[in-house]
């Protein structure tokens, strides 16, 4: 017997026994809707985490890097990789507790909890592939020789990704594209070649064209906000808290699973500072660097490696839309088994709101800024506040001076680079 939680109530054996119960069957039903009946190994668990948490950023990186200063963007690589992974075993820790779920978790702390955690979580899954989606057109018209604010054609690419990713979004479960998540490390590495070997070049041959800076780039401080925005960047690419539980509980090998996660978050924040770094550095003489780096440049590995983000961005896409499904629908309708019209109605409503910025060619500037503000409180407070909650339910004797700083000081982080995120992109929109 147990006593914690609200008003000090008792937690009875049964009471946990019931809930185990509950969580097993639901974990077992996720299990099979996201892989079907085939358990993944940890490098397939280590590719498929460091693929989907990469996305595009490996091509913003280098801007942010020039904007930040090289030492002052790998500290803060290093910060958010620490701080995400970190919180990220959290979560793995409450899913050891109350099931490899990620609603199972949120329910044993309120309602809520459950709707603010599904509600942030939604908005970044849902987020991501609008701005994937916008991506993905830009990419195939500047590959169709199309100017990609020409609207007489925009609507039309935008239309035929949506209706592409609605026929790959109809498959009940995601277990092809789970392994194509993790045949893409291919694609990664093949993007990452692009960028050294683009730096490289321009060491030796100055092969790009550029506007001249008028004061070239320094490895030191270069200000707070750009610093904030190298943060915020790393706190979404390294975000996969909210869908980290169903793909672990997977795993063929479970007491391996917070060795994969390390392996996979030092991955990812590697492959992206370290190449961007080196790019900033190349480029330091430039006036600035493009947001997306291919744009740069306009050759035959250029065109290959647009057709290789294309292709690791398509492949993540449904795999965060069936995510975001997963987690809004049993909300709305009280119920873990919904009928499968429900599936495809959240597709097309879900699709609808993506394909409508892409297709009036909208700025992004503030879903990516609601982009970044949730995903900090994904990677930082909901995992820490959580995962104290269940200390001082379960062990409060855990609750040692250390224990109390380390997570205190985290929430702490939170809070202070979501307002100083908000400060700095509501300045830039304002000027």
């Given at each position: 017997?147990?006593?914690?939680?609200?008003?000090?109530?008792?937690?009875?054996?049964?009471?946990?026994?019931?809930?185990?119960?509950?969580?097993?069957?639901?974990?077992?039903?996720?299990?099979?809707?996201?892989?079907?009946?085939?358990?993944?190994?940890?490098?397939?668990?280590?590719?498929?985490?460091?693929?989907?948490?990469?996305?595009?950023?490996?091509?913003?990186?280098?801007?942010?890097?020039?904007?930040?200063?090289?030492?002052?963007?790998?500290?803060?690589?290093?910060?958010?990789?620490?701080?995400?992974?970190?919180?990220?075993?959290?979560?793995?820790?409450?899913?050891?507790?109350?099931?490899?779920?990620?609603?199972?978790?949120?329910?044993?702390?309120?309602?809520?909890?459950?709707?603010?955690?599904?509600?942030?979580?939604?908005?970044?899954?849902?987020?991501?592939?609008?701005?994937?989606?916008?991506?993905?057109?830009?990419?195939?018209?500047?590959?169709?020789?199309?100017?990609?604010?020409?609207?007489?054609?925009?609507?039309?690419?935008?239309?035929?990704?949506?209706?592409?990713?609605?026929?790959?979004?109809?498959?009940?479960?995601?277990?092809?594209?789970?392994?194509?998540?993790?045949?893409?490390?291919?694609?990664?590495?093949?993007?990452?070649?692009?960028i050294l070997v683009k730096a490289v070049l321009q060491f030796t041959d100055k092969k790009t064209d550029c506007v001249p800076s008028s004061s070239p780039l320094g490895m030191g401080w270069n200000g707070f906000g750009p610093f904030v925005e190298n943060c915020a960047a790393m706190a979404l690419s390294l975000y996969i808290h909210s869908l980290l539980l169903p793909i672990l509980r997977c795993a063929t090998r479970p007491e391996k699973n917070t060795r994969d996660l390390c392996v996979a978050f030092v991955a990812t924040a590697t492959s992206i500072a370290g190449p961007a770094a080196l790019a900033a550095y190349a480029f330091r003489n430039?006036?600035?660097?493009?947001?997306?780096?291919?744009?740069?440049?306009?050759?035959?590995?250029?065109?290959?490696?647009?057709?290789?983000?294309?292709?690791?961005?398509?492949?993540?896409?449904?795999?965060?839309?069936?995510?975001?499904?997963?987690?809004?629908?049993?909300?709305?309708?009280?119920?873990?088994?919904?009928?499968?019209?429900?599936?495809?109605?959240?597709?097309?409503?879900?699709?609808?709101?993506?394909?409508?910025?892409?297709?009036?060619?909208?700025?992004?500037?503030?879903?990516?800024?609601?982009?970044?503000?949730?995903?900090?409180?994904?990677?930082?407070?909901?995992?820490?506040?959580?995962?104290?909650?269940?200390?001082?339910?379960?062990?409060?004797?855990?609750?040692?001076?250390?224990?109390?700083?380390?997570?205190?000081?985290?929430?702490?982080?939170?809070?202070?680079?979501?307002?100083?995120?908000?400060?700095?992109?509501?300045?830039?929109?304002?000027?």
């Amino acid at each position: 017997m147990l006593r914690g939680g609200k008003h000090g109530s008792v937690i009875t054996t049964s009471d946990i026994d019931d809930r185990t119960y509950q969580s097993e069957t639901l974990q077992q039903n996720e299990t099979v809707l996201l892989l079907g009946e085939v358990k993944p190994n940890s490098a397939t668990v280590i590719f498929s985490l460091w693929s989907t948490m990469i996305g595009s950023t490996l091509l913003l990186m280098p801007r942010i890097t020039r904007d930040a200063g090289i030492f002052p963007s790998i500290g803060a690589t290093v910060l958010m990789c620490i701080s995400n992974t970190f919180t990220a075993t959290l979560m793995i820790r409450l899913g050891d507790a109350y099931g490899m779920n990620t609603a199972a978790v949120l329910e044993q702390f309120g309602r809520a909890v459950h709707m603010f955690g599904v509600l942030v979580s939604v908005v970044v899954l849902l987020g991501a592939c609008s701005i994937y989606h916008i991506y993905i057109c830009d990419g195939v018209m500047k590959l169709a020789s199309v100017p990609i604010d020409d609207m007489k054609y925009r609507p039309l690419f935008a239309v035929g990704i949506a209706l592409v990713v609605f026929v790959v979004g109809l498959l009940k479960h995601l277990q092809p594209l789970f392994k194509a998540a993790g045949y893409a490390i291919v694609l990664v590495m093949l993007i990452v070649a692009f960028i050294l070997v683009k730096a490289v070049l321009q060491f030796t041959d100055k092969k790009t064209d550029c506007v001249p800076s008028s004061s070239p780039l320094g490895m030191g401080w270069n200000g707070f906000g750009p610093f904030v925005e190298n943060c915020a960047a790393m706190a979404l690419s390294l975000y996969i808290h909210s869908l980290l539980l169903p793909i672990l509980r997977c795993a063929t090998r479970p007491e391996k699973n917070t060795r994969d996660l390390c392996v996979a978050f030092v991955a990812t924040a590697t492959s992206i500072a370290g190449p961007a770094a080196l790019a900033a550095y190349a480029f330091r003489n430039c006036e600035t660097i493009s947001s997306d780096f291919l744009t740069m440049f306009d050759d035959w590995f250029t065109t290959v490696a647009r057709c290789a983000v294309i292709l690791l961005v398509a492949i993540v896409y449904p795999i965060l839309l069936f995510n975001s499904r997963q987690q809004t629908i049993p909300i709305l309708l009280q119920r873990e088994d919904f009928p499968y019209w429900c599936h495809v109605l959240f597709n097309v409503v879900a699709l609808v709101l993506c394909t409508i910025p892409c297709a009036i060619h909208a700025q992004t500037t503030i879903v990516a800024t609601t982009l970044g503000v949730c995903a900090i409180m994904w990677v930082t407070l909901l995992p820490v506040a959580m995962h104290w909650a269940h200390v001082r339910r379960t062990d409060p004797e855990r609750q040692t001076f250390l224990f109390i700083a380390v997570h205190a000081v985290l929430c702490l982080f939170g809070v202070g680079l979501i307002i100083v995120t908000l400060l700095s992109e509501t300045t830039k929109i304002l000027n």
